[in-house]
Structure formats: C-alpha cells, structure tokens
C-alpha cells in the first residue's frame, strides 16, 4: 500500500461468466492500478487519499459457484482470475478450477444458498456487490434477497427489472444501492441522464431512440448488400447479440429495455402493455425450434423477406430502423422507414442513439448516442457501476 493512501475495498460477487463477465473480470484485473491510485489525481486528494481494491470473491457460472476461501478477508488473485477467464473461455465448468486450491465449489441450490449467506456476512458491514451478468431470469429471487441485506445490485442483465411489477420495486427499493446502466445502451450514460434530468424536476415526456446494437448492425449491413443470415450470425460473434439471438430479433430485448425506461420514469406497466414486432413468425420461436436451429435452418428462410423490405425502403429513399417509442401512454417498439438522412437513419453498425425530450430540452432535445452493444463496452459500464459506489461506503 502506498503511504497516506486509505484502502477501499469492494467485495464483488459475480453471476454469469459468459462474454459480459468474463470481460468484466479482465477489465478488473487491468484497471487495478488505476482504481488504486485514481484518487490521488482528485481535485480534493490533499484532503483525502484513498485507494480502491475490488475483492472478487466468488464467482457463478450455470451450473457453481467458486469461492475464496475466506470471503471476509480475501478474493481471487489476478492469476487465478485469468484462469477462471481461460476455463470459461473454452466453455469449461467453473469446477475445473478445484484443483487449484485456495477456493471451494458449490453446485444448485447449496450455490444459492452459499450467496445468501455470504451476502448476510458482508452486505451492512461492506455493500457486497453483486453484479448480474447472466442472461437468467432465475438470478431474481436471489437479488431480491440480498436487497434485504444492505448489499448492492449491479445489473447487465434486463431480466430482473422486467419481470413483475413487484419484483421492480422490490430491486430499486433501496435506488442507491443498484445500478443498472449497462441495461441499456451498454456502455452509453442513458439511465443516470434519465435520473438525473427527473431529479431535477424537468418531466420527460418522451423518448426515442434506437436500442438495439444488433438490429443497428443488421439493418445498415443489410443496405449494404450483405445477406441478413450471415449478417445476424456475424453480429453474434462480435458479442451484440443476446446467448439466444431471437431475443433480438424477435424485439424483446428491445422492449426490456423501453420498459426499463418507462419504469425509470414511473409508468406502472408490464411488458405486455408494450406493442413488439418480430422479425420473424411463431413457427421460427423458442417453442418451435431450438436455438442451433434457428441458427442454421431459420435464419437463412428469413433472408429474401429482410432483403425486400429493405430495398422497398430503399427505393423510397429511407432505411429501416428498429425504434423505440415512449411518449404519451405509448410504449412501443418496432421497425420505422426513416429518412436516410434523420438522426435514427444515420446510424451505423452498433451504435445506438437516444433523444429525450422534457421542458429543458423540448426544442432541442438531449441526446446520447454511441457504441450500444459489445462485451467490452457493456462491461466497462459494468465496472464504472460498480465503482460508483464506493462512495456509499468511505
Ligand atoms: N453483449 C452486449 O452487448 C450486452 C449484454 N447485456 C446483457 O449482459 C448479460 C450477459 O450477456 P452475455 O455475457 O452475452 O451472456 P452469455 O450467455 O455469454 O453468459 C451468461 C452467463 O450466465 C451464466 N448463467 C446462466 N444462468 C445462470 C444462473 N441462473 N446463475 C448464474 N449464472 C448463470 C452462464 O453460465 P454458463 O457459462 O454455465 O453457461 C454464463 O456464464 C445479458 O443479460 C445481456 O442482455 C447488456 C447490454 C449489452
Ligand atoms: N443484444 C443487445 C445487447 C445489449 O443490450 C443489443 O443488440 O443491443
């Protein structure tokens, strides 16, 4: 430790070790230098020096969870933080890394009940973090319990604020101790500008945007003659897509998001008050085919149907964008033919873009725009979250 410096330390317990996590863990591991030594360049570091350490201490993939020993005193070293990388990387279990030492293994509901009590131990005492970056709607009813016990919520993951209701209120029931930035617009400041724009009094009375990096992608490679099959599987491999691709063609990962942004801003609704388009029918869903499928056999039927739509909007002179509109009592999300030369027809690849409109920004609104989908950029939202609040526990 350097001298005068104070040590913060953050224990962080991750769900999900897929692309999201694992590039999570990789940014942790590089940016402890400057996690530790950020303070010192504040404005205010004669006053107080502090250095922050994130304590990894354990880690949850499908099937495990892999623990430090102690979870009181210690986390996962670097080394064996770039192991559990490698492992997941080759699509191993988390159990490989027993042999290891230094670490146990806990599988189903031993797993669960392992983080409630490791949440009990550290959350009043520390604010536990833990960061949901699985897929899952299972994840919930744990969040919702170590909401109880003064942890902190860091979420990628979309699912826990979109399903009930009550679950929602129950997650933001204490708003200072959850982030969930990257749940939309991955690495893009879209939910602290919504919250802070309503803390300052200013209503928002309506948004747009294009929320869905995959769909950006897919559409302006589509315009470029690329064929929509091999476009959705490229968007797959660089990490834009959700693990089942159809969550995104299908809108449903956009209309998450709409409803995580119509909940922010106090709408009582559910995801079926949400008007959703699908790229594709019943016959190419989850209960008709598998995800592999789909991929080899569903898709590539879907490309004529993509390709003639977007050439009708082309020889109109406009591009299809998916877009999402909160506004009035409409909450909504769907394909739009739009000028090529609007602020949603300009984008490309993966960026999205958000306008909200409220009384400060009626005539010009405020607007983010930017990469919107990617591990790296999702994760790096992620961990700005997670450092977010430290300041909860100087
Ligand atoms: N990629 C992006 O651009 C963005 C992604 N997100 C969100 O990030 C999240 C993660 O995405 P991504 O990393 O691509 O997903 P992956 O499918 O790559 O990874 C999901 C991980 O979650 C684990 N998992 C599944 N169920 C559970 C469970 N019940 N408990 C603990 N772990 C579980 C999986 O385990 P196993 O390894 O055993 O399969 C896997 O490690 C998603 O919710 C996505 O919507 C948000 C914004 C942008
Ligand atoms: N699948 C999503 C990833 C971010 O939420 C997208 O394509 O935007």
Redesign the pocket.
């Known amino acids: 430790m350097t001298e005068g410096i104070t040590t913060v330390t953050i224990p962080v317990l991750l769900?999900?070790?897929?692309?999201?996590?694992r590039e999570l863990l990789h940014h942790i591991v590089t940016s402890r230098d400057l996690h530790y030594k950020r303070a010192c360049l504040s404005p205010f570091s004669h006053l107080m020096l502090f250095g922050l350490v994130l304590r990894v201490v354990g880690v949850?993939?499908?099937?495990s969870l892999l623990l430090v020993e102690d979870v009181a005193t210690m986390g996962f070293d670097d080394a064996f933080l770039t192991e559990i990388l490698r492992i997941?990387s080759s699509s191993s279990?988390l159990s490989a890394l027993v042999d290891f030492g230094h670490c146990h293994l806990f599988k189903d509901s031993e797993a669960t009940t392992k983080i409630l009590d490791i949440a009990c131990l550290l959350g009043r005492t520390t604010g536990l973090s833990v960061v949901d970056?699985?897929?899952?709607t299972?994840?919930v009813g744990i969040l919702k319990e170590t909401v109880d016990l003064c942890c902190c919520i860091v979420l990628?993951?979309?699912?826990p604020l979109t399903c009930g209701i009550d679950d929602y209120d129950k997650l933001i029931s204490n708003f200072r101790h959850i982030r969930f930035e990257?749940?939309v617009g991955?690495g893009l400041p879209v939910i602290v500008s919504v919250t802070r724009v309503l803390a300052s009094g200013d209503p928002i009375y309506r948004i747009i945007g294009s929320l869905s990096?995959t769909l950006g992608f897919v559409m302006s490679e589509v315009e470029d003659g690329k064929s929509f099959s091999k476009v959705v599987l490229a968007a797959k491999s660089l990490?834009?897509t959700?693990?089942d691709p159809r969550d995104d063609l299908s809108g449903m990962?956009v209309a998450r998001k709409a409803l995580i942004l119509a909940r922010l801003l106090g709408w009582r609704i559910n995801m079926d008050d949400i008007q959703v388009e699908s790229l594709y029918s019943n016959e190419h869903g989850p209960n008709s085919m598998s995800t592999e499928d789909f991929l080899r056999i569903g898709l590539p039927s879907l490309d004529r149907d993509v390709q003639e739509r977007v050439s009708a909007a082309s020889s109109r002179g406009k591009v299809l964008r998916y877009v999402c509109v909160i506004e009035g009592s409409r909450c909504q999300v769907g394909l739009q033919e739009l000028p090529k030369d609007s602020p949603l027809g300009r984008l490309r690849g993966s960026d999205n873009v958000v306008e909200i409109y409220s009384r400060c920004y009626k005539d010009s609104p405020l607007v983010i725009q930017g990469a919107g989908?990617?591990?790296d950029t999702?994760a790096a939202g992620v961990l700005a979250d997670i450092i977010d609040l430290q300041d909860l526990f100087h």
């Open positions: 769900l999900g070790c897929g692309g999201v996590g949850c993939d499908s099937r997941k279990s970056c699985t897929a899952s299972e994840t990628a993951n979309k699912k990257s749940t991955a990096g990490g834009y959700e693990p990962d989908a990617g591990n999702t």
